[in-house]
């Protein structure tokens, strides 16, 4: 007898059920009124009597362990059930997704990539850890020139040969050393220098740098570039170029655009002028081209630097440029609908 029940208690514990069906069933020819349990218990008042203890311990065992086998399995079969029907219920709604915004400065840096490649400008980059040699000394820029002093360079530890690159036009002196003309690049990126943060000024900002070099290059082209891009930039194509100086250009210039004075907002942004500082530029001097190993007297070209966030601020007209780099999500959500 005692040997039939741990029989049934084996087969108890190895039985499995895909239904809730299978696992009633189950349940009744076990648990039930008339279920096996209640069968052995009755037959309990004939055993002998010192076999009553063990057989009592058997059948109870045989009760528990058919008991807790309908609930487990009742519960993993619920489970089952309830996972199948959320994920089978289309008419459920859709986990809201949160669209992240493109940050202002890369929508202009976009902007700009898109207008020069689309007359033949590939994009190229540099490390922001440069040395002397491409921050300054290969772009002419003399010993006693004011951007190499500590006020405006991040040097690296002590060491003053590496330093925090002050300008993109570090990227030129590579992209020269490493390719052969001719050559069409703008070289975007961040930059530093140590000014005091000002709603106005960042000791980090970032710059697009121009390069272009070939035979026979002139200033008329140069100025002609800059001109397609101001109309395609801000759709304005009147320009003019002041006489400036950069060690690394000759002869340099800086590039107004006329902006207008059509509203308040124009009125402010230009003094009052209509005209806006946009960025400098150059013919890129011979001692560069020759620094960098390109023979000046086959090859000319110009060079361009600007300032990609000042026309963010512009064109966004944020007030503020320590905004850029706070990252306030109810600034940067502001972009949506940016490109
Ligand atoms: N590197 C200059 C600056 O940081 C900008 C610049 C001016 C770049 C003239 C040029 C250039 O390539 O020709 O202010």
Redesign the pocket.
């Known amino acids: 007898m005692l040997d039939k029940i741990k029989e049934h208690i084996a087969k108890v514990e190895a039985f499995s059920a895909s239904t809730l069906e299978d696992v009633e069933a189950f349940r009744i020819k076990y648990s039930g009124r008339n279920g096996v349990v209640n069968d052995f218990m009755a037959e309990f008042r004939n055993v002998p009597n010192e076999l009553k203890k063990d057989y009592g311990q058997v059948v109870n065992k045989l009760k528990t362990v058919a008991l807790e086998k309908v609930n487990t399995l009742k519960e993993a079969l619920e489970d089952t059930n309830d996972t199948a029907s959320t994920i089978n219920d289309l008419s459920r709604p859709g986990e809201p997704i949160s669209i992240g915004a493109r940050h202002p400065i890369s929508i202009v840096k976009n902007q700009i990539i898109d207008i020069f490649s689309r007359i033949g400008f590939n994009v190229s980059e540099g490390p922001e850890i440069e040395d002397d040699w491409h921050n300054f000394t290969a772009l002419n820029l003399p010993e006693y020139h004011p951007a190499r002093d500590m006020q405006d360079t991040f040097f690296i530890q002590t060491n003053p040969d590496v330093l925090l690159r002050?300008?993109?036009?570090s990227v030129?002196v590579r992209y020269m050393e490493n390719n052969k003309p001719p050559i069409r690049t703008i070289s975007p990126g961040r930059?530093y220098r140590n000014e005091a943060i000002s709603g106005r000024s960042h000791c980090f900002f970032h710059?697009v740098?121009?390069?272009y070099i070939d035979k026979d290059v002139s200033f008329a082209d140069l100025k002609q570039t800059l001109q397609y891009f101001t109309t395609e930039m801000f759709g304005k194509s009147k320009i003019r170029l002041r006489p400036s100086y950069?060690p690394?250009?000759e002869p340099?210039a800086e590039v107004d655009v006329y902006w207008g004075l059509e509203t308040e907002t124009d009125y402010k942004m230009t003094k009052g002028t209509g005209w806006l500082e946009i960025?400098?530029?150059?013919m890129?001097d011979p001692n560069v081209l020759e620094n960098c190993g390109i023979d000046s007297k086959e090859y000319s070209g110009?060079?361009?630097?600007?300032g990609i966030d000042r026309i963010a601020l512009l064109l966004h007209q944020i007030s503020d440029i320590r905004m850029l780099s706070e990252n306030d999500i109810r600034f940067l959500e502001q972009f949506k609908s940016a490109l």
């Open positions: 002050t300008h993109t036009s030129q930059v710059q740098e121009g390069l950069f690394f250009t340099s960025m400098g530029c150059g890129v110009f060079a361009f630097g600007m």
